[in-house]
């Protein structure tokens, strides 16, 4: 399903697709964050490229605005909420300019630590 914006320019349609890769590359450029894990399968495996959807999930909610939910995995010995925290500034900034809709939520489910 795709979300539309509307603006000075016109209307465009945006898929959900679209604005899960944006978090995607937003917050993979967060100090700490190894990356992105499978939401059912825990940290089975670390996210390539081509499968960014299985770790973001977007939500459209009823006033317009969205919901992101991220699963992560972080490296060991850096502090879980200063990561979370940053990640959760540097997705909602990225998107918002970006698409120009309005994130309500970020929600960072932290799904295991990597030791390096």
Known sequence: ???????????????????AQIAYRAAME??????????TKGIVELLKGE??????????????????ELYVILQY???????????????????ENTTGIKVSKIDINVQGIRVK
């Open 1 to 19: 399903m795709s979300l539309k914006v509307s603006n000075q320019y016109g209307n465009i349609e945006i898929d959900k697709h679209v604005i």
């Open 30 to 39: 967060s100090y700490g964050l190894v990356g992105l894990a499978y939401k």
């Open 51 to 68: 499968n960014v959807l299985k770790g973001v999930l977007v939500q459209e909610l009823e006033d317009n605005t969205i919901a992101i």
């Open 77 to 95: 010995g850096i502090n879980i909420s200063t990561v979370a925290n940053n990640i959760i500034d540097r997705v909602k900034y990225t998107v």
